[in-house]
């Protein structure tokens, strides 16, 4: 089994800066399903899809213009058969890298790798959420 977690990456030309404070409007690029709040430590916020999914996140880590790190202290997808709490104490990951006028966003879920039961539904969805979601919301303001 591989345990190496889901990550992806996409590439904006937007200064770290922009970037940064956009991570922080969750419901505009991740679920309109959400409640809370996310701009500083200790903040926490639930995304819940009816009971097909309920997650809620902490903010544990922020390095401004750099880092943001999510753990998810709860967590039930109830379409899973075998563990529907696979996401708690999964941590999301991230990572704002400045290259010259352009800035990448590394993005990793601690904890979903493939072998879990929801690897690859869960790898279909953040591919949207990060390369198509976020990535319009960062350079083209849309929001979902």
């Given at each position: 089994?591989?345990?190496?977690?889901?990550?992806?990456?996409?590439?904006?030309?937007?200064?770290?800066?922009?970037?940064?404070?956009?991570?922080s409007e969750v419901p505009k690029?991740?679920?309109?399903?959400?409640?809370?709040?996310?701009?500083?430590?200790?903040?926490?916020?639930?995304?819940?899809?009816?009971?097909?999914?309920?997650?809620?996140?902490?903010?544990?880590?922020?390095?401004?213009?750099?880092?943001?790190?999510?753990?998810?202290?709860?967590?039930?997808?109830?379409?899973?058969?075998?563990?529907?709490?696979?996401?708690?104490?999964?941590?999301?990951?991230?990572?704002?890298?400045s290259n010259g006028d352009k800035?990448?966003?590394?993005?990793?879920?601690?904890?979903?790798?493939?072998?879990?039961?929801?690897?690859?539904?869960?790898e279909q969805g953040w591919n949207?959420?990060?390369?198509?979601?976020?990535?319009?919301?960062?350079?083209?303001?849309?929001?979902?």
């Amino acid at each position: 089994m591989n345990n190496k977690s889901y990550t992806t990456t996409i590439e904006l030309n937007k200064s770290a800066n922009e970037v940064f404070k956009c991570l922080s409007e969750v419901p505009k690029w991740w679920s309109k399903d959400y409640r809370g709040r996310s701009t500083n430590v200790g903040d926490e916020f639930i995304i819940q899809h009816g009971d097909l999914h309920y997650s809620r996140q902490r903010l544990i880590e922020i390095v401004p213009d750099k880092k943001v790190v999510w753990l998810v202290v709860d967590s039930r997808l109830s379409w899973l058969e075998n563990d529907k709490n696979e996401w708690t104490n999964t941590k999301m990951v991230f990572d704002v890298e400045s290259n010259g006028d352009k800035t990448m966003i590394h993005f990793t879920h601690e904890g979903l790798a493939p072998g879990k039961e929801c690897y690859e539904r869960c790898e279909q969805g953040w591919n949207m959420v990060i390369k198509e979601r976020l990535l319009n919301f960062v350079t083209a303001g849309k929001e979902i």
